[in-house]
């Protein structure tokens, strides 16, 4: 199976950084897409920021200009460099990917456990 690790979460105050960082192991024969989600209590998951294979990325509207997504694919890991942060940052953040197992099978997405992230004005 394949399990998705994050680490790099914390407490911050407003205006510092902080680096998530996602690797990816078990069975995998190649991970497409990867991403970062973040949730608050009483609200949907959202999409924070993603990264396909060939490095092109999307990120929500309120992180453009303060983080960045980048992926290392010789570790199958995923960072998300978090500056600039505000309070409105604090949430549960949870990277995933989809992966394939082999050849012939489509890609699955795997959730890592998420990781807390509070930013404190």
């Known amino acids: 199976q394949v399990q998705l690790v994050e680490s790099g979460g914390g407490s911050v105050q407003a205006g510092g950084s902080l680096r998530l960082s996602c690797a990816a192991s078990?069975?995998?024969?190649?991970?497409?897409?990867m991403g970062w989600y973040r949730q608050v209590p009483g609200k949907q998951r959202e999409l924070v920021a993603e990264?396909?294979?060939?490095?092109?990325?999307n990120y929500v509207d309120s992180v453009k200009g303060r983080f960045t997504i980048a992926r290392d694919n010789a570790k199958n890991t995923v960072y998300l460099q978090m500056n600039s942060v505000k309070p409105e940052d604090t949430a549960v953040y949870y990277c995933?990917?989809?992966?394939?197992?082999?050849?012939?099978?489509?890609?699955?997405?795997?959730w890592g456990q998420g990781t807390q992230v509070t930013v404190s004005s």
């Open positions: 995933n990917a989809d992966v394939k197992l082999t050849v012939w099978t489509r890609a699955t997405r795997y």
């Open positions: 990264i396909t294979t060939d490095s092109s990325t």
């Open positions: 078990g069975s995998i024969f190649s991970i497409n897409t």
